[in-house]
């Protein structure tokens, strides 16, 4: 936990970009300690693009940049502001990621109640992108754990908002891109635990629709994902290996683990030192890669710890470095269950033949749709995958997005780089009463993004 109390402020433009390094733009970054600094910078802003928060730039495109504008970096904005073990009920600031509730609150029998695929992630960042995890299709995403929030206006007026008070902005920022305001602090519904182990089997599936069957056959599960080979076409389309899992008990554990069944893990064991050369990713290479990974997911251990469970990708620091100076994207939908088999095989016939380098995927089934009025997961199949940018990328990403369009699907923002705006507003039709709301809370538009700009958000 941070305990400074002095602003850090830097008025020389520092060089951002979100975790895919494909944009990198020039921001007037501030690192403000407390919620009066925060409010003190607000009304200082350097530049004259307006400002947005940024948490641990988890978000692989343009969320959490500002160019020639002003950022709000809150990752030191991390005090906790109560606890009670009774309900598991949480108040913290909105730069406490979860990596540091897991730290504090594991080895007390709690766990972050919802978690995507990395731990180095704000409270603030999740409730801005509603995050989502393996357990979507049981639990919802990030709001189903969040009471309440406070948050900064532009007018620099302090509002709690909470499904009983301001409902409107407190949905509105589910979803809302940290464009209606900056979250200050959340009080959120921690899980109790009783192990930080899970219980999972891997099953390996031969073409897409034996996949959907599975994810249909194990939809009971807590926790489920998918991984499918993206080279493989014609009958063997589809084929990978799903995951399904839940939290392990006590009496699950070997000897060895039960030993300490609330263990804890440190930081990353490796890290990717600098930007690889493009000369390393050939179709060659990639296809190991999945291989290498098709392996190691078809022998996963009967029990796993958390860290492997859930986060991956958090044992190799900075690994956005290792696809090149050029950066990368990674390209997220959610379509329909209705005529989804048929339309998923489509998009993964346009990936496999469409001359990328497709890596790393998650493919599985979402539960129904938040309130959040932007929030990204509704009923559905979802794919997440990432390509290295490319020539001719952003012309395979439009194609691919009119494909999503007519399936009835949404690209996640969370992760998008690359969305056009006509196609933005047409996924997600929700879009004008959000703007209402940001008229009503942002009315001089103070809260401006790169992605904002984009997408017509602000
Ligand atoms: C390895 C990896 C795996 C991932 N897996 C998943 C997954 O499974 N599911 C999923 O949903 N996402 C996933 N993500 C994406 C990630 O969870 C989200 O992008 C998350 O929002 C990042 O949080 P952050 O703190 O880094 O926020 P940033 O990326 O810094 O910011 C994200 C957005 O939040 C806003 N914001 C941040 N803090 C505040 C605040 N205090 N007030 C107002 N607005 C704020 C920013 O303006 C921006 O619009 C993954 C990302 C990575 C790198």
Not at 30 to 47: E, I, K, M, W
Not at 388 to 417: Q, T, W
Not at 425 to 445: F, S, T
Request: net charge negative.
């Amino acid at each position: 936990m941070s305990t400074a109390s002095t602003a850090l402020v830097q008025r020389a433009p520092t060089t951002l970009w979100g975790w895919g390094a494909n944009k990198r733009v020039d921001c007037f970054v501030d690192q403000p300690q407390t919620p009066a600094q925060v409010g003190r910078s607000l009304a200082q802003p350097p530049g004259n693009a307006g400002s947005v928060a940024r948490g641990l730039g988890r978000s692989y495109g343009d969320a959490a940049t500002n160019e020639r504008g002003q950022v709000l970096d809150l990752s030191t904005l991390d005090r906790y502001l109560g606890f009670d073990p009774a309900t598991g009920t949480l108040e913290c600031e909105a730069g406490t990621s979860l990596a540091q509730i897991i730290a504090d609150f594991g080895p007390r029998g709690f766990f972050p109640a919802i978690t995507p695929g990395t731990k180095y992630v704000t409270v603030g960042g999740c409730i801005a992108n509603d995050v989502h995890g393996k357990a979507h299709h049981t639990q919802g995403s990030f709001c189903e754990c969040v009471e309440s929030m406070t948050v900064l206006l532009a007018s620099g007026e302090v509002v709690r908002a909470s499904r009983d008070e301001r409902a409107d902005l407190f949905w509105a920022n589910f979803g809302g891109m940290g464009l209606l305001g900056v979250i200050l602090t959340a009080r959120l519904r921690l899980r109790p635990i009783t192990t930080t182990y899970f219980r999972q089997r891997a099953i390996k599936v031969n073409d897409l629709d034996a996949m959907l069957a599975a994810l249909e056959e194990y939809d009971h599960e807590p926790y489920s994902v998918a991984w499918i080979d993206p080279f493989a076409t014609g009958a063997r389309l589809g084929r990978g290996v799903l995951t399904v899992g839940d939290h392990a008990e006590p009496g699950d554990l070997p000897p060895a683990l039960a030993r300490d069944p609330l263990q804890l893990s440190g930081g990353p064991k490796l890290t990717v030192p600098f930007e690889a050369p493009e000369i390393v990713l050939n179709k060659l290479s990639i296809r190991m890669l999945n291989v290498v990974l098709e392996t190691v997911l078809g022998r996963g251990k009967p029990i796993a710890h958390y860290e492997k469970f859930f986060y991956p990708l958090d044992a190799i620091g900075e690994w956005w470095r290792g696809y090149g100076r050029r950066g990368f994207t990674q390209w997220q939908f959610v379509i329909p269950l209705e005529d989804g088999p048929a339309r998923m095989r489509q998009i993964l016939e346009a990936i496999a033949v469409g001359g990328q380098l497709p890596f790393l995927n998650v493919l599985k089934k979402m539960g129904p749709a938040s309130e959040g009025i932007l929030s990204f997961p509704f009923e559905g199949y979802t794919f997440a995958i990432d390509f290295p940018v490319r020539d001719g990328l952003p012309e395979l990403l439009a194609e691919l997005d009119r494909m999503v369009l007519d399936a009835g699907g949404r690209i996640y923002l969370g992760k998008d780089s690359y969305l056009a705006p006509d196609t933005f507003r047409a996924m997600y039709p929700q879009v004008e009463r959000w703007l209402e709301i940001k008229a009503k809370y942002d009315p001089e538009g103070v809260f401006r993004s790169d992605l904002g700009r984009r997408l017509g958000l602000s």
